[in-house]
């Protein structure tokens, strides 16, 4: 193994997602309380992830079958509260992992943004980041006010202008700008803070930040952009990408393009880590992991029709005008929403019905790998894909009960470190310096 690398975890859909499934305790009557995320940071510090990324979305959907029913019957994606009132829960009972919270741009003013993280990061002394998307639903801008939505690319042109913003103001102060001279008297040197003045077409914003300078100047950004246009929007700006890859070329090739785009925007591609999305299942022996993954299987296909109000929800499309057990039809099929998803799921399910199809939406595993089996043979495969993909990481998921974290971070990570593949302490730093740490 010759270079290690890195670990995120992301902490999807409702945290109460869990609760009728065997390990869910009971999170679905003790939602409100914050007991699951701190317990999820702590224990994903035991086994020195570089960070958890936390979704979010701001609208409970109705776009399956044009109800709001089946999203709220089946708790999809609801009740989610602000990630961003979650994060200083988690870095207050953690020390070195990092938290980054999902941010649609279209939800707040860029200097309201710069605060709150720039905030973030000096509480937690650096361990901040933000995970960027543009927003894909119209029911989200309407709680915003919006009558419509931009369309795909014009979008993140937006959110360009949005990062540029933001940064302008992060980087409104130097970072030793605080001196605290008692001699003098002079807590903040005046030449040290800026006023950027930023004029875009879309934002503009005066600074300088009244909240000072923060730990890592720019926190941490997080990006998941798979169009041609959010893909130079990611090796724009990201810090780390994720990526739900189909299969592991296409998430080789991926890599390469952002690694090339980087370079031809003038920056270092290694200062990018690329985390690939995958959803181990982790037994005790083979038979147990092959058990759980049948089990899966069959729930998955009993809750076709929810993950399909999901995959709605995403692509903006109404799934339920579609005959379950006749082949889905892609003619006519377009989106405003998740390009990516509407395109993986056509090609994925050529000559599957709508609830086959339905039932397999959302596997978060490339075509052609397992990962499941014991953390051992877990282990060696996500080797083996890190020397295809030549990767940097992955970002790890599952219904994140406290019964799957441990077999995260007591089965699965002591034995990729056994294998020397990950980290086995942290070196001490701010949540980017792990992240270049390899
Ligand atoms: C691992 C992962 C996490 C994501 N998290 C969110 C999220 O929390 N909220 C959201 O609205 N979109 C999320 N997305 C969607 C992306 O922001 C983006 O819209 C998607 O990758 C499609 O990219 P495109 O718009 O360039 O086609 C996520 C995507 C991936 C792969």
């Known amino acids: 193994m010759s270079r290690k690398f890195h670990l995120g975890y992301f902490l999807t859909d409702s945290h109460a997602q869990a609760w009728a499934t065997a390990w869910g305790g009971?999170?679905?009557?003790?939602?409100?309380?914050?007991?699951?995320?701190?317990?999820?940071?702590r224990e994903l510090e035991r086994?020195?992830?570089?960070?958890?990324?936390?979704?979010?979305?701001?609208?409970?959907?109705?776009?399956?079958?044009?109800?709001?029913?089946?999203y709220l019957r089946k708790g999809l994606s609801v009740p989610r509260r602000d990630p961003l009132m979650v994060a200083p829960y988690m870095l207050q009972a953690t020390r070195h992992i990092g938290v980054v919270p999902t941010i649609s741009t279209f939800a707040y003013h860029p200097y309201q943004l710069a605060r709150l993280i720039g905030s973030l990061d000096q509480l937690?002394?650096?361990?901040?980041?933000?995970?960027?998307?543009?927003?894909?639903?119209?029911?989200?801008?309407?709680?915003?006010?919006?009558?419509?939505?931009?369309?795909?690319?014009?979008?993140?042109?937006?959110?360009?202008?949005?990062?540029?913003?933001?940064?302008?103001?992060?980087?409104?102060?130097?970072?030793?700008?605080?001196?605290?001279?008692?001699?003098?008297?002079?807590?903040?040197?005046?030449?040290?803070?800026?006023?950027?003045?930023?004029?875009?077409?879309?934002?503009?914003?005066?600074?300088p930040l009244n909240s000072g300078p923060a730990p890592q100047g720019r926190p941490v950004m997080a990006q998941a952009g798979?169009?041609?246009?959010?893909?130079?929007?990611?090796?724009?700006?990201?810090?780390?990408?994720?990526?739900?890859?189909?299969?592991?070329?296409?998430?080789?090739?991926?890599?390469?393009?952002i690694r090339e785009l980087a370079r031809s925007l003038g920056r270092d591609p290694d200062t990018i880590k690329l985390m690939l999305l995958i959803a181990p299942i982790i037994g005790a022996t083979r038979e147990e992991a092959e058990l759980k993954r049948r089990k899966r299987d069959a729930d998955d296909l009993a809750e076709a029709e929810a993950t399909l109000a999901k995959v709605s929800k995403i692509v903006d499309i109404d799934f339920s005008r579609y005959p379950l057990d006749e082949p889905l039809k892609a003619e006519g099929l377009s989106t405003q929403g998740t390009r990516s998803v509407l395109t993986d799921f056509i090609a994925r399910n050529a000559g599957r019905t709508l609830r086959q199809a339905g039932?397999?939406?959302?596997?978060?595993?490339?075509?052609?790998?397992?990962?499941?089996?014991?953390?051992?043979?877990?282990?060696?495969?996500?080797?083996?894909?890190?020397?295809?993909?030549?990767?940097?990481?992955?970002?790890?998921?599952?219904?994140?009960?406290?019964?799957?974290?441990?077999?995260?971070?007591?089965?699965?990570?002591?034995?990729?470190?056994?294998?020397?593949?990950?980290?086995?302490?942290?070196?001490?730093g701010m949540l980017r310096d792990n992240l270049m740490e390899f």
């Open 26 to 41: 009971n999170v679905g009557k003790e939602w409100a309380s914050p007991d699951l995320y701190v317990a999820a940071a």
């Open 226 to 257: 798979s169009s041609g246009r959010g893909r130079i929007f990611a090796a724009r700006n990201a810090d780390t990408i994720v990526v739900k890859a189909k299969t592991l070329d296409y998430a080789r090739q991926y890599r390469q393009e």
């Open 359 to 428: 039932a397999i939406a959302l596997a978060y595993n490339p075509d052609g790998t397992s990962l499941a089996g014991t953390a051992q043979d877990v282990a060696r495969e996500m080797v083996e894909i890190m020397e295809h993909v030549g990767g940097d990481g992955f970002l790890v998921s599952g219904q994140t009960t406290r019964h799957f974290l441990a077999e995260v971070v007591d089965g699965l990570v002591p034995a990729l470190q056994d294998l020397g593949a990950v980290r086995n302490r942290y070196a001490g």
């Open 47 to 70: 086994a020195c992830f570089d960070y958890v990324l936390i979704e979010d979305n701001v609208f409970v959907a109705d776009a399956y079958g044009d109800s709001m029913d089946i």
């Open 124 to 207: 937690s002394h650096g361990r901040a980041g933000w995970n960027v998307v543009t927003g894909s639903s119209e029911r989200a801008l309407q709680n915003f006010g919006h009558d419509g939505m931009d369309e795909h690319d014009a979008r993140y042109d937006v959110a360009d202008e949005f990062v540029e913003a933001a940064n302008a103001l992060w980087d409104s102060w130097d970072a030793d700008a605080v001196v605290a001279d008692r001699s003098s008297g002079v807590l903040i040197d005046p030449s040290k803070v800026r006023i950027p003045d930023y004029k875009g077409k879309h934002y503009a914003t005066r600074g």
